[in-house]
C-alpha cells in the first residue's frame, strides 16, 4: 500500500505561483507512476499532471501546459507541482496519485492511489 499526503496549498493572486507537495510512504513509491488531478465545485475530477516512475517522461494538461511543472525525487519519496502564472480558473482541490498500471492514463478512475486533497484558490 502507498499513502500519499500532500501539501503547500493556498491563496494566492492571479499570476502568482505555488508549490505543492506529495509526500508518499510505502516501498514501492519509486516503482509507481505518479500524477496530479484536481477537482472544482460542481466538476469532475480532471487530470492536471503526470510523470513517469523513474522521472524520464512528463505529460501535462493543455491547460496547464507551459505554466505547470511536476517532478519526483524517488530518494525522498515526493513528487512536487510547481505552479506558476496561475489563473482563477485554476482554482480546485489538488490531488496526488499514484498508478500501478502498465498503460498511462488521464482517466482518474484507473489511478490507485490518492491523497486527501488540498486547496489552491486563485483570486484575480
Known amino acids: 500500500q502507498v499513502q500519499l499526503v500532500e501539501s503547500g496549498g493556498g491563496l494566492v493572486q492571479a499570476g502568482g505561483s505555488l508549490r505543492l507537495s506529495c509526500a508518499a510512504s510505502g516501498r514501492t513509491f519509486s516503482s509507481l507512476r505518479m500524477g496530479w488531478f484536481r477537482q472544482a465545485p460542481g466538476k469532475e475530477r480532471e487530470f492536471v499532471a503526470r510523470?513517469?516512475?523513474?522521472?524520464?517522461?512528463?505529460y501535462y494538461a493543455d491547460s496547464v501546459k507551459g505554466r505547470f511543472t511536476i517532478s519526483r525525487d524517488n530518494a525522498k519519496n515526493t513528487v512536487v507541482l510547481q505552479m506558476n502564472s496561475l489563473k482563477p480558473e485554476d482554482t480546485a482541490v489538488y490531488y496526488c496519485?499514484?498508478?500501478?498500471?502498465?498503460?498511462?492514463?488521464?482517466?482518474?478512475?484507473?489511478?490507485?492511489?490518492w491523497g486527501q486533497g488540498t486547496q489552491v484558490t486563485v483570486s484575480l
Open positions: 496519485a499514484g498508478d500501478r498500471s502498465v498503460v498511462a492514463t488521464t482517466t482518474a478512475k484507473m489511478w490507485d492511489y
Open positions: 510523470i513517469a516512475w523513474n522521472g524520464g517522461s512528463t
